[in-house]
């Protein structure tokens, strides 16, 4: 049963990946769908129908493991090694409150979850002392847009790469702490776990989700910005969209190279790729131009963006939801007595 739960979140990444799969057709070789639907449909649907789960089911099975390291990129907005990290120092800190921080061992009073702001919006936070919580403030954007241009200092610079450096192994053994509770948890039984079950196989197909609604929309904006062949020169479009194209090209083709130079198998440059080859895709559009169709418009537009962000902000928020779940039902399982076995010796 497992088997087939996977090949059906499998297949359903897939089937989201023929929207945007096929606008991109359409826009590089306009008569293809004109062509090739006739000359298909109503000639064997069985076999037809194969074909398309086949296809939805290998095109799910690249995007799965890839849509993982993406929504994980240090790049992110929000990636997910510092969702998991906020989690843990928001529930330690309850703990901490009623004086049960023992619960979570492996972890330690003196763990550092600092180190887990890791994210672009954490330069802008600070911890509040009286409530213990942190929040935006003016003093804070301006140490944190001035941190951004001092780096600049090669003596700033190498103390800043020092710091990141001690922060990346705190990062490390934060997660991998969780990662152990996280392999005891499951591993109590199909009955105790099938909870964990149902919100990871939600979470493989939001990242899937995720990455489509993103591949989606960059599409949409770049055919939005294309010019119709046959109007007249549009540069009020086609600047903008080279602009666009040149300056996401140039930041896949930094931050990728510096992840190449300093190679981690459990990171490579899902961002940075997928943003290389779908800018290099629309800057082909915005020079050659495209052909007139119903949903070039800022309309389509805007619909990506809510599928992109509704998809976005469903996965972030399971993903706090199962953090939340495997945390504490570590900690009732430490405060849980054990059973006495009794012994069979007389």
Not at 29 to 39: C, T
Not at 40 to 69: E, F, R, T
Not at 215 to 243: D, E, M, Q
Request: with cysteine; charged share 20%; net charge neutral.
């Amino acid at each position: 049963m497992d088997v087939f739960k996977l090949a059906f979140e499998t297949t359903m990444v897939g089937v989201l990946a023929f929207l945007w799969l096929g606008i991109a057709v359409d826009l590089v070789y306009p008569p293809f769908f004109a062509q090739l639907v006739p000359k298909v449909v109503g000639k064997n649907d069985a076999l037809l129908g194969v074909a398309v789960l086949s296809l939805a089911y290998c095109i799910g099975s690249a995007i799965i493991p890839i849509s993982s390291q993406l929504v994980n990129d240090e790049h992110w907005p929000v990636p997910e090694d510092a969702i998991r990290c906020l989690v843990l120092e928001d529930l330690s800190d309850q703990l901490d409150g009623i004086g049960r921080i023992d619960l979570l061992k492996p972890y330690e009073t003196g763990d550092d979850f600092n180190a887990c702001h890791r994210t672009f919006f954490e330069r802008f936070r600070e911890k509040d002392p009286e409530t213990n919580r942190r929040r935006v403030t003016w003093n804070k954007i301006r140490s944190g847009l001035r941190a951004m241009f001092e780096h600049r200092d090669p003596a700033r610079r190498a103390e800043y790469k020092k710091t990141e450096i001690e922060n990346d192994k705190k990062v490390g053994n934060i997660l991998t702490k969780f990662q152990l509770m996280e392999t005891q948890i499951l591993n109590q039984g199909s009955d105790k776990t099938e909870r964990f079950r149902q919100l990871h196989e939600r979470i493989v197909v939001l990242r899937g989700a995720v990455f489509n609604g993103f591949s989606f929309l960059l599409i949409c904006v770049f055919a939005w910005l294309a010019p119709v062949n046959g109007n007249a020169f549009p540069w009020k479009k086609r600047v903008p969209g080279t602009v666009l194209a040149v300056l996401l090209t140039a930041f896949s083709a930094v931050n990728g190279f510096a992840d190449l130079t300093h190679f981690n198998i459990s990171d490579i440059p899902a961002l940075e790729g997928l943003l290389a080859v779908i800018t290099i895709f629309g800057g082909i559009l915005v020079y050659y131009g495209v052909k007139a169709r119903p949903y070039l418009g800022k309309r389509i537009v805007l619909v990506a963006a809510f599928f992109a962000a509704l998809s976005y902000g469903g996965w972030m928020w399971s993903e706090v939801i199962y953090d939340q779940q495997v945390i504490s039902s570590y900690a009732v399982m430490q405060n849980a007595p054990k059973l006495e076995v009794p012994s069979l010796t007389p």
